[in-house]
């Protein structure tokens, strides 16, 4: 059963960093899957806020480029997001997403909270 776990959420100050580990089961780390990162604030609907492309390019939200950075280690099948300038309109439940042969696998979300 392919499985995805995510790591790394927390309580941190404004302009502090964080950063999110997925273990993605080996069966669906693909370089033709599409990877990203969602997080969902409370109240809001869920939104898109970094991913890979099947071609390996990397995209961001507006409200996140030059702060956030995706990345992926194919020896360990993880991809992370290192979060750098935190500001409070970051805080959500975040969750990485497989996209696969038609197919969206999700993980079980980590809270960060961004808060003084």
């Known amino acids: 059963q392919e499985q995805l776990v995510e790591s790394g959420g927390g309580l941190v100050q404004p302009g502090g960093s964080l950063t999110l580990s997925c273990v993605i089961s080996q069966s669906i780390f693909s370089r033709h899957a599409f990877m990203r990162w969602y997080r969902q604030a409370p109240g809001k609907e869920r939104e898109l806020v970094a991913g890979?492309?099947?071609?390996?390019?990397?995209t961001y939200a507006d409200s996140v480029k030059g702060r956030f950075t995706i990345s992926r280690d194919t020896r360990v099948n993880t991809m992370y997001l290192l979060m750098n300038s935190l500001k409070p309109e970051d805080t959500g439940v975040y969750y990485c997403n497989v996209e696969y042969s038609g197919s969206h696998y999700w993980g079980q979300g980590t809270q960060v909270t961004v808060s003084s």
């Open positions: 890979f492309t099947t071609g390996g390019s990397r």
